[in-house]
């Protein structure tokens, strides 16, 4: 797990996030979710040069933890059903629609 970084792009809450590789990922947090005492994040994907934001991508879907320090950790969704039942639960509340649970990206 890796912490995230966090960025401020106008008034969007943007970070950052590292996967296996050492590659850099930038998101924006859209919102969070509730399921079963387990938080979530729905991310967007952005693409970002200097301070600017040039272009959006796939959202995701991150599940939450938080250490006794209160740094936050976020982490893909190995369980295919947990994926599934958050990514309707985001769609339920009449939001975009999640494209796929992406494990390319493991923090």
Do not use: P, R
């Not at 985001?90 to 990206?105: F, H, K, Q, T, V």
Request: charged content about 35%.
């Amino acid at each position: 797990m890796h912490e995230h970084h966090e960025h401020e792009h106008e008034h969007l809450e943007a970070f950052t996030l590292y996967d296996e590789e050492g590659n850099e990922h930038n998101f924006v947090l859209l919102g969070e979710l509730e399921n079963e005492q387990n938080q979530y994040w729905v991310c967007e994907e952005i693409f970002v040069e200097g301070e600017e934001i040039t272009d959006f991508g796939e959202l995701y879907i991150f599940k939450k933890s938080t250490d006794e320090e209160g740094n936050v950790f976020l982490d893909t969704i190995e369980d295919e059903t947990e994926f599934n039942e958050v990514a309707k639960m985001w769609e339920d509340l009449g939001n975009l629609e999640i494209i796929e649970n992406d494990e390319n990206i493991d923090n």
